[in-house]
């Protein structure tokens, strides 16, 4: 393995960490109870697991596919194939997941602009699409003939018209740049405080206050396509309550999995990749020691290197 700057933060697995993180994994090949299955790591394929799950357990799905892009994830390697393809594959194992999920369940699927087309298509057959959520992926060299591509979608659905949403807990603190006083001179929607002047606005669907996982940051791997835990905490909490239960089918390095621990929810990832899975069980160690997700603080999520934690 190449060696690392001194200060990359990136977490790495060492030899002698690997059978004991492993035996925190789960697999089974008969039918499992929720109990079985609650604030475990499964490590199987998905399509294996799926038939094996519990029925109307989950309350929150959260859903980061391969996107229809060549792309290798450790030992495995997923190949770009036509939109009409990629389409089958989505919907071969999304619609027996929706067995598992509750009637007021939500969920969110993320993607590239390129396979969103595709995945949209799917969602429309069996879930209420509620929004498209677009967030700034700013990482990565420019393109020398093209647009550089810095953003990603998040389709929001739901199952039904009842669901939850919690519309408080992902509002953002911005800095007040210009202050408004009303006539008798007191702040007019925003507060004034001895570290600055800040503002609560409400989320929208175009989030451009999250910053990648890299080398210098604790919570980054080596996932090619990790999320960050600030923009999964968002769709956790505006979408879930406390102990409520969350589902990754693509739990990769665990980011979801951590951010429901960290948040007091219950979940439950899969993952056919042994040395992600043995990231994640270890992400969710250091999670009992360490609850912080960077830019949430005290109840709000700030803007990006806004915020010292």
Known sequence: MKARAGRNRTLTIE????AALSRRLLTFDKPVTVETIT???IHQDIFATIPLLPSAFIDLLIIDPPYNL???YGKQKFSKTSPAVYEAWFESWFQPMLRCLKPDA???VCCDWQSSKS????LEKYVIIRNRITWEREKGRGAAANWKNCSEDIWFCTLSEDYYFNVEAVKLKRKVMAPYRDNSGIPKDWEETSDGNYRLTHPSNLLTDISIPFWSMPENTDHPTQKPEKLIAKLILASS?????IGDPFSGSGTTAVVAKKLERNFCGIELEETYCQ?????LQMAEANRMIQGYDKGYFWERNSNPR
């Open 15 to 18: 030899e002698h960490e690997k």
């Open 39 to 41: 604030n475990t790591l």
């Open 70 to 72: 060549t792309k290798t």
């Open 106 to 108: 939500s969920l969110y």
């Open 119 to 122: 995945i949209q298509t799917v």
């Open 241 to 245: 309550k406390a102990g409520d239960f």
């Open 279 to 283: 990231l994640a069980a270890k992400r």
